[in-house]
Every structure is written in structure tokens, then in C-alpha cells.
């Protein structure tokens, strides 16, 4: 009996170890991902900052995740300074380096930049702020929530434009990549906020005069999208039953009717001179011989 008790207990302390291992792995990988995915968010800002130089300004771009990339950064650098966390100072390095360009080049294709300009004041100052009290009276309790505040805004970012989007029913004023990037973080509130952000793309068109991708897959579940092909071509003509003919055979008619005509041109000269010679052989005979009577 004894056996059988140590037995059990002993297979119920193996089963404890192997779940508890199970999820220190599925805690490292989550870890892995999210590191991976922040930085990979940093790079997002490339997209958008190629579209604003095709552009030549930012016209309906918003700024907003770039002045919230710079501020959270910041908070969560000093945050993983006061605790030593190499992981976190390592990646929140990297983000505000990004988001700082990002700003700079923002600016330098904003027109007018008076507004962009007061926001990164505002910014700068709040930053500047942070780091005055946590150097006269530093406390990890109040700076995590805020950071966890700014994280949250952080994800919510890209609805800045959301006036705009909605004015011109079209969604090229936002940030794919961004929007992507913070729907695979593993963040619930920022998987929610990606998600409502990422359904635009799929109920608006990305261009105006464009159909939606949903709009696009309710033609083709009821045959629209067949019908309004057919109508085109038989708009572009491509429905004829008679094809046109071809260069070649258009350039072998044009050489058939030339070499004609020069034939007809040779055929009339050639009747013209036997005619004169004909009338000439006449009067002579008329003139040198005089007709005999008998």
C-alpha cells in the first residue's frame, strides 16, 4: 500500500516538473516573439516614410505613432534602467533611435510643421519631466503604469487618423506594417486595438475608386465579379466575332496593290507607245504612197 502511495505521488511530482517546464518554454518563447515583433515594429516606419517621399509631404499621414513610439520608448528605457533589465535597454535603445528619425523625417516633409513641431516639444518636455523625478524620487511602481499607459496609447496610435480615413473612405493614410506588428505582439489590449484597426482594411478600399477586399469577395461568391468582366469586354470590342487582321497581313496587301499598280502603269505605257508608232507607220504610208485606183 505504501508502494503504491509513494508511486503515485511520485508520478504526480513528474507530471508538476514537466508542466512547469512546458511553460518556462512557452514563457521564453513568448519572450522570443515579443522581442522579435518590437523590433520588427521599428521597422515599420520605413514604409510609411517611402510613401511620404513619393509624396513629396505627409499630407493625411498621421504622426502621432511616431511621437508615441519616441515617448513610450523613453519611459520604458528609463524603466528598464532603474531595474537593470539589459533586455529591455537593449530593445527600447533601438525603438526611440527609429521613432526618432522617423520624427525628424516627418518633420522635414510636414507642411505646415508648426503643428507636428509643438507636438514634439510637448514631447520632448514630457520626457525631460520623466526623468527629473525619477532622479529626485524614483519609484518603479508609478513609472510602470505609466509606461503601461503609453503602451497601450502605443497600440492605439494609428487610430489617430481615423477621422480621415472615414472622410475619404479609404484606407492609404494607415500604417499596414504597423498595424500588423501590433497585432502579433502579445499584448491583449493591443491584439484588440490591431484587430479593430486591421477590419478597416478589409471593410475599406486601400485607394479611392477602388472596391474593398470585402466588397471584392461578395461579388465573387454571387458572380458580379464575372458579370462586370464580361461587360468590359464587350466594352473594350474583345467579344467581336471577326479579329483583326494582323501587321503582316495588313503589310502583304499594301505590297499586292503596289506591285498591281505598277503592272496597270507599265500596261497602259506600253499601249500608249504601240498606238503612236501605229498612227505614225499609218501617215507615213498615206503620205509617201498614194493610193492606186484600178
Not at 68 to 93: H, P, Q
Amino acid at each position: 500500500m505504501r508502494t503504491d502511495i509513494s508511486i503515485y505521488f511520485f508520478v504526480i511530482r513528474l507530471f508538476v516538473i514537466s508542466i512547469s517546464k512546458m511553460l518556462e518554454v512557452v514563457l521564453q518563447v513568448l519572450s522570443i516573439s515579443a522581442i522579435t515583433t518590437t523590433i520588427a515594429l521599428f521597422f515599420c516606419g520605413i514604409p510609411i516614410c517611402m510613401q511620404i517621399r513619393r509624396q513629396g509631404a505627409v499630407g493625411d499621414i498621421s504622426g502621432v505613432p511616431f511621437l508615441m513610439g519616441v515617448l513610450g520608448g523613453s519611459f520604458w528605457l528609463r524603466y528598464g534602467l532603474l531595474k537593470m533589465d539589459y533586455t529591455m535597454i537593449i530593445v527600447n535603445v533601438v525603438g526611440v533611435s527609429f521613432m526618432a528619425f522617423y520624427c525628424v523625417f516627418f518633420l522635414v516633409y510636414s507642411l505646415p510643421k508648426k503643428t507636428f513641431t509643438f507636438q514634439l516639444i510637448l514631447v520632448v518636455s514630457m520626457i525631460s519631466g520623466m526623468v527629473v523625478w525619477m532622479a529626485v524620487k524614483p519609484n518603479l511602481d508609478y513609472l510602470g503604469i505609466i509606461c503601461m499607459t503609453f503602451n497601450i496609447m502605443n497600440f492605439g496610435a494609428p487610430l489617430a487618423g481615423l477621422g480621415v480615413v472615414l472622410k475619404n473612405r479609404e484606407v492609404s493614410t494607415l500604417p499596414l506594417p504597423m498595424c500588423v506588428a501590433n497585432f502579433l505582439i502579445p499584448n491583449g489590449i493591443g491584439m484588440f486595438l490591431a484587430i479593430v484597426q486591421l477590419s478597416l482594411f478589409v471593410v475599406l478600399p486601400i485607394r479611392e475608386n477602388e472596391k474593398s477586399p470585402l466588397e471584392k469577395l461578395a461579388n465573387w461568391f454571387t458572380g458580379r465579379s464575372k458579370l462586370e468582366k464580361k461587360e468590359k469586354d464587350l466594352e473594350g470590342g474583345e467579344c467581336s466575332t471577326t479579329p483583326p487582321p494582323s501587321p503582316q497581313k495588313v503589310a502583304n496587301s499594301i505590297d499586292d496593290n503596289d506591285a498591281e499598280s505598277e503592272i496597270n502603269e507599265r500596261f497602259e505605257k506600253l499601249m500608249a507607245e504601240s498606238s503612236t508608232s501605229d498612227s505614225r507607220r499609218g501617215s507615213g504610208d498615206f503620205m509617201g504612197r498614194p493610193p492606186s485606183y484600178k
